[in-house]
């Protein structure tokens, strides 16, 4: 996704020989995006990679549900109302979904008791609350409150998260392609530009200490929106070494450097991810527009071509009323959105936010599934309009 990382012990040229010390001949894996023209890593097991056999399955959330013909109008989602538990692979409640991306929230409170594939799409989790570690073939990966957490397709893993603590994540899965950095952030040699919003630095990758086994040999698989089950005769963590831009990263929201301008700046500047059909933007504290007359607040915006999702993290949400740390608002194509009453006669001459929100702009129509409209608040889309009390009930 970033660079090139080395770990462990490789040969001096790919798809030659490595030997253990006893002799004992590796194993070469080549994990590849795009056929073989995207990024790739090579892998080093100690056994045969693909030896897995199947086996029944007892793991997996169920399909997206029922989807509702909902009305066009504007939603606010209590996503914090849901408390599913049990293992990560287990606990994903989907709310919304198109052609490109679903969006989902995870409450776990359990360990993973098997490897998962999502073969699928790429992952991308932010955590609102809790933490814990991945588990994968290329090293541990710690995670912690207010990370973005980025796994590729066709990873192996298994989530640890912290029991000790609530856990509160939401999850977007990529359907239609890889999740990435914007290309405007980039030079020609794909180094990220000194003007990006982040640098290398700030991305974290899997710390690898050689092979290990946790005695579990179940291996779930997602492909097609089903669920398969592998069993290894041997630990699928048997890595010696690896190379390659193939491999889950971490990275906190509160190291993005946001843009400050004179004038509201459009979200697209505050970009963090993309992907086919999707931009994830970041929100974070910032000094606001430095104009006197500046309007601080979001302007009221008709987006002809976008459903705008956005998580609220925490902080002063100042353009909305109702809302609390987890919530999740679908705004529409087709409507115009923007502030509640009174706040954007509030905003005018600039200031400080202190929110902290993650934005989805959808290039398709979102579906709403039914677990979403069990936690939707029924007096939001008119809450625009009236200026009395307006409570998330």
Request: with cysteine; charged share 20%; net charge negative.
């Amino acid at each position: 996704m970033l660079e090139r990382r080395s770990c462990g012990d490789l040969p001096a040229k790919a798809h030659t020989a490595l030997c253990a010390k006893s002799g004992e001949l590796r194993y070469e894996e080549c994990i590849t995006r795009a056929g073989f023209d995207g990024p790739y890593s090579i892998v080093y097991h100690e056994r045969r990679p693909h030896e897995a056999e199947p086996s029944d399955v007892a793991h997996g959330w169920g399909p997206l549900g029922s989807k509702a013909q909902r009305a066009l109008k504007r939603h606010h989602f209590r996503s914090f109302e849901v408390r599913r538990g049990g293992a990560a692979l287990d606990a994903r409640v989907a709310l919304l979904e198109n052609e490109d991306v679903a969006i989902s929230v995870v409450a776990p409170d359990a360990e993973d008791p098997t490897y998962f594939v999502n073969a699928d799409g790429d992952q991308l989790l932010f955590i609102r609350e809790g933490g814990g570690l991945l588990k994968t073939q290329f090293g541990d990966l710690r995670f912690r409150e207010n990370d973005y957490l980025y796994l590729p397709r066709g990873l192996l893993h298994r989530f640890l998260p912290d029991t000790a603590r609530a856990q509160a994540w939401l999850l977007i899965e990529s359907s239609s392609g890889a999740i990435g950095i914007p290309r405007q952030y980039r030079n020609d040699i794909g180094q990220l530009r000194m003007g990006a919003p982040y640098g290398h630095r700030d991305f974290r990758g899997p710390e690898f200490s050689g092979p290990s086994d946790e005695g579990i040999r179940q291996l779930v698989v997602k492909r097609g929106g089903a669920f398969f089950g592998f069993r290894y005769a041997h630990s699928p963590l048997d890595l010696v070494g690896w190379d390659g831009t193939y491999y889950p990263v971490a990275f906190s929201i509160l190291d993005f450097q946001a843009k400050v301008g004179r004038v509201h700046l459009p979200p697209t500047e505050h970009a963090t991810f993309a992907m086919p059909g999707a931009l994830v933007c970041s929100f974070v504290p910032r000094p606001l527009d430095y104009d006197p007359q500046a309007i601080a607040c979001p302007y009221p915006h008709s987006s002809v071509d976008i459903d705008e999702v956005i998580y609220y993290v925490r902080g002063n949400f100042t353009s909305r009323k109702g809302i609390s740390p987890g919530s999740i608002s679908l705004h529409p194509a087709g409507l115009p959105h923007g502030p509640h009453p009174g706040a954007y006669e509030a905003s005018l001459g600039g200031g400080r936010t202190e929110e902290l929100a993650v934005m989805l702009d959808c290039a398709r129509p979102l579906r709403v599934t039914s677990a979403a409209l069990a936690i939707d608040e029924p007096g939001y889309h008119h809450s625009f309009v009236d200026s009395g009390s307006h409570s998330t009930g």
